[in-house]
């Protein structure tokens, strides 16, 4: 079984702090994301990540930036937090070319609040 | 640009009634479809996935939906509901080229009543 692991289940942080999320999969997925998910918007993607090193912005990039430095870790960071960050956010990984359509496999979540 | 929409951000059944959470989406080409079901404080867990050799697609606990190209719908059923289906069921279309992340739409949460 495909096992995508998120670093935290609950995060506090303080406005203005530099925040970390962290994502590891074991499964040597090419591609991986992060979405956050609020009440009645379903989730939205932020980031993703197609290859070590390579990104692309999402839907909602404002505010956050990633690093994928290793193919198995994919690190959502909140440059300086604000409580519009608050959210539950998810992290992803599919694979890359053993069929089309490739479901994404999701970690736990991270619900962060931001105070 | 793709979209989701589910009608209805709540459904509420009777154990061992239909249930039917309804999904459309607008896309000028027929995209890979999801649904994907999330349980209380988890992530989300695959339910069925569209894969284009049949328009009947079977997915896991007893769910199955139908792909309807004419009515770009992929609407989710169950013929009888069982209290631990009570979750938040999310439909999520992905393109077939390009960039290929999965919009969503913006759930329905299911409600079983004994």
């Known amino acids: 079984d495909v096992k995508v692991t998120q670093s935290s289940r609950y995060l506090v942080k303080r406005t203005g702090e530099k925040v970390f999320l962290e994502c590891v999969q074991d499964m040597d997925h090419e591609n991986m994301f992060w979405y956050r998910q609020d009440p009645g918007l379903g989730l939205r993607l932020i980031y993703f990540?197609?290859?070590?090193?390579?990104?692309e912005k999402g839907d909602i990039p404002e505010g956050y930036s990633v690093s994928r430095e290793k193919k198995e870790r994919f690190s959502l960071i909140l440059e300086s937090a604000s409580t519009n960050q608050t959210s539950m956010y998810l992290c992803?990984?599919?694979?890359?070319?053993?069929?089309?359509?490739?479901?994404?496999?999701f970690g736990d979540g991270t619900r962060l609040s931001i105070l | 640009a793709q979209s989701v929409t589910q009608l209805g951000s709540h459904v509420s059944v009777s154990e061992g009634a239909l249930v039917l959470l309804r999904c459309n989406y607008s896309?000028?080409?027929?995209?890979?479809l999801f649904w994907y079901v999330q349980y209380p404080n988890q992530g989300l867990q695959l339910l069925l996935k569209y894969t284009s050799a049949a328009t009947l697609v079977k997915g896991i606990n007893g769910f199955e939906a139908e792909f309807k190209k004419s009515e770009t719908s992929f609407h989710l059923t169950k013929p009888s509901a069982h209290m631990s289906d009570a979750a938040e069921y999310f439909c999520?279309?992905?393109?077939?080229?390009?960039?290929?992340?999965?919009?969503f739409g913006s759930g329905t949460r299911l409600q079983v009543q004994p």
């Open positions: 990540s197609y290859d070590v090193k390579m990104k």
């Open positions: 999520a279309v992905s393109e077939r080229t390009g960039r290929r992340a999965l919009t």
């Open positions: 896309s000028s080409v027929p995209p890979y």
């Open positions: 992803a990984s599919r694979p890359t070319g053993r069929g089309e359509n490739q479901p994404q496999h």
